[in-house]
């Protein structure tokens, strides 16, 4: 079993529409998650860290459920610059070094 | 304050060959890291650099090798390339050889290499 699982998607939604993202992990000593935005081409930049329950920051919700062993990502009010590939992340049990999934695709139209 | 820095952005190489990637830390940072991202896939875990030793290796073949100098900054060295070594290399550096704070743990926008 893959350490961390997302549905690649593409999500394809209208402006202003509420979209989420789910990711599944393997470790259940895992602590600490996070999930990075990918533009096209581009590095991957980190979003939100969760560490315990949920985070907030605007627009952006991620929650942590430990029992299923799933992180989610919440993103409201959906904006065109939303568009981008979100990556879950949860480091691994050595601490240095970082599993990705393979990413969701999201595509916000206008 | 420089940001993570990797040349060349863009490389291409013929199957059998040997490429060299660079990457230039951030300012402060003791500790690289490389991943390899495949097109359509995350980022997997290369191995990463502390103070010149490695660190911890993800699953890669030998022929996947790398340094770490003094100035921190590090180089990813890839042997009989392999059309399945296509993609794009990201390196990530960062203070100490893990923790689970990621907010000091800045990519370089990557170099792309496509073998053929």
């Known amino acids: 079993r893959k350490e961390v699982e997302q549905d690649p998607g593409p999500f394809n939604v209208p402006e202003g529409a509420t979209v989420a993202f789910n990711c599944t992990y393997s470790n259940s000593a895992s602590q600490s998650f996070f999930w990075y935005r990918q533009d096209c081409r581009k590095e991957p930049k980190l979003l939100m860290s969760v560490y315990s329950s949920g985070n907030e920051d605007g627009r952006f919700t991620a929650q942590l459920n430990r029992a299923s062993q799933y992180i989610s990502l919440l993103i409201r009010d959906s904006k065109l610059s939303d568009s981008a590939t979100y990556l879950c992340v949860i480091p691994g049990t050595g601490a240095n070094n970082l599993f990705f999934g393979t990413g969701t695709r999201l595509t916000v139209i206008p | 304050e420089t940001g993570v820095t990797q040349s060349p952005t863009h490389l291409i190489k013929t199957r059998g060959q040997q490429v060299t990637l660079r990457c230039s830390s951030q300012?402060?940072?003791?500790?690289v890291s490389w991943y390899q991202q495949a097109l359509g896939q995350g980022p997997q875990f290369i191995f990463q650099y502390y103070r010149e030793e490695e660190n911890g290796r993800g699953n890669f073949p030998p022929r996947f090798s790398g340094l770490q100098f003094p100035n921190y900054s590090s180089e990813l060295n890839v042997n009989a390339l392999e059309l399945d070594d296509s993609a794009l290399y990201l390196c990530a550096s960062s203070i100490g050889r893990g923790g689970t704070d990621l907010y000091g743990y800045t990519f370089g926008s990557g170099t792309r290499l496509t073998v053929v």
């Open positions: 300012s402060g940072h003791n500790t």
